[in-house]
């Protein structure tokens, strides 16, 4: 088992950067990927970005791509997501996930076993 917790969320104008750490906990030497999704008001939770926790490779969401990026130090068990140039639409609760199960896609969510509280992400136009 393991345990996420997410901080970094905020208020930013449109433009901004904030930063995003996933604190994890626990059985994490045996976990295949870490992830952020987000979830707006009345809509479906979606995929960001994540990352292989061995190997590195990685996956985004494409409205995403070139302005956001996802690294881990493993040293700290802990996954980042630097968020620049935020947009209105990038508003939403931010979540870390992670998961054990090798192979599929990173940007399955039904994949990942365990999730943080989350966190609030507000850009202001």
């Known amino acids: 088992q393991v345990q996420l917790v997410e901080s970094g969320g905020g208020l930013v104008q449109a433009g901004g950067s904030l930063r995003l750490s996933c604190a994890a906990s626990g059985r994490t030497a045996s976990m295949y990927a870490m992830g952020w999704f987000r979830q707006a008001p009345g809509k479906e939770r979606e995929f960001v970005a994540a990352?292989?926790?061995?190997?590195?490779?990685?996956d985004y969401l494409d409205s995403v791509k070139g302005r956001f990026t996802i690294s881990s130090d493993y040293a700290k068990n802990t996954v980042y997501l630097q968020m620049n140039s935020l947009e209105p639409t990038d508003t939403a609760v931010y979540s870390c996930?992670?998961?054990?199960?090798?192979?599929?896609?990173?940007?399955?969510?039904?994949?990942?076993?365990?999730w943080g509280q989350g966190t609030q992400v507000t850009v202001s136009s």
């Open positions: 990352i292989r926790w061995y190997g590195g490779r990685t």
């Open positions: 996930a992670a998961r054990y199960p090798p192979g599929g896609r990173l940007s399955e969510g039904k994949l990942y076993e365990y």
